[in-house]
């Protein structure tokens, strides 16, 4: 298997400037790049000429391209204008990495309740639920997969779309789907997952949050995944937290999460791009970094 670090460009605690935050990295000899969603709107033909234009190999996620006005991505949203703006983001996504060559898109399924961007960028919910788990993941299977045949297949050349394991609340509440293996093995058991090119975003940050709060093995869900599903895990996301609060942290010498990837790489025969995505470094601990985990990768 051959293995590459990428890093996210929400790891940088600088400038939000997409162009300027690339130019940083390239300097720095980071040619693996993530694009994430954390930074200011920048037009689609704008970013179609950086990524032609610069000599690095890219990755898309979740809330990228950055819309002009905020919304939450959440596909399963009862709020017809949020929803229309989330499958237009996604849309827009896939677009731009056939377009410009990118292997791979990965987005947070759907939310239970609606919720408002804080002013710390984390999510406040609505304190009434649109959906129970299980309504909540029968209408993303509905929605996703009419969503996929009618506007993704078509443009759909080369990119693999992915769905990223969420997690529960600090509190216990549970406001996202896609959280445990039920709950993936669901979606990613339906025929027209495993016929088409959607692939599993592994979060090893979000599984921590999720084991514990769900009182679940964390290394046992990876075998049981590996053993239905290695084949279609082609990024995993590595960050470090508390196993509560999803904070994104510089990743510990001693984390879980580095012996989660050395279990994986044994197991993983495929390609698979794993991602640092932690936030508010600076540049020396973002290279520092990257020359520790490339060691283990």
Not at 242 to 270: C, E, G, M
Request: proline share 2%.
């Amino acid at each position: 298997m051959t293995n590459k670090l990428f890093i996210s460009t929400s790891c940088y605690n600088g400038t939000q400037k997409l162009f300027d935050i690339i130019k940083i990295f390239l300097e720095h000899k980071i040619f693996n790049i993530e694009l994430s969603g954390k930074h200011d709107f920048l037009e689609y033909s704008k970013i179609k000429k950086i990524i032609k234009n610069e000599k690095a190999k890219f990755l898309l996620h979740n809330y990228f391209p950055v819309p002009e006005k905020p919304i939450v991505l959440n596909l399963i949203s009862k709020n017809k204008k949020n929803t229309i703006g989330t499958k237009k983001i996604i849309y827009n996504a896939m677009k731009l990495a056939n377009e410009t060559d990118i292997d791979v898109y990965g987005f947070h399924p759907g939310y239970l309740s609606e919720t408002k961007i804080k002013a710390n960028g984390h999510f406040e919910f609505s304190k009434k639920k649109n959906y129970s788990s299980n309504q909540g993941l029968k209408e993303f299977k509905k929605i996703f997969e009419n969503f996929y045949k009618k506007k993704i297949k078509s443009l759909n050349k080369k990119t693999w779309i992915g769905l990223e394991n969420l997690f529960p609340e600090p509190t216990g509440q549970i406001n996202s789907i896609f959280c445990d293996f039920e709950e993936i093995d669901y979606i990613l058991g339906q025929k027209f997952i495993n016929e088409n090119k959607v692939f599993f975003l592994l979060d090893l940050g979000h599984l921590g949050i999720s084991a514990n709060l769900l009182k679940f093995d964390r290394f046992k869900f990876l075998e049981k995944i590996l053993k239905k599903y290695s084949h279609k895990i082609i990024e995993i996301h590595i960050s470090e937290n508390d196993d509560i609060f999803d904070s994104h942290s510089r990743i510990s010498r001693t984390s879980w999460q580095l012996d989660a990837v050395k279990f994986l790489k044994k197991k993983i025969k495929n390609k698979v791009y794993f991602t640092y995505e932690s936030r508010e470094l600076n540049i020396e601990e973002i290279i520092e970094d990257k020359i520790f985990l490339e060691k283990i990768i």
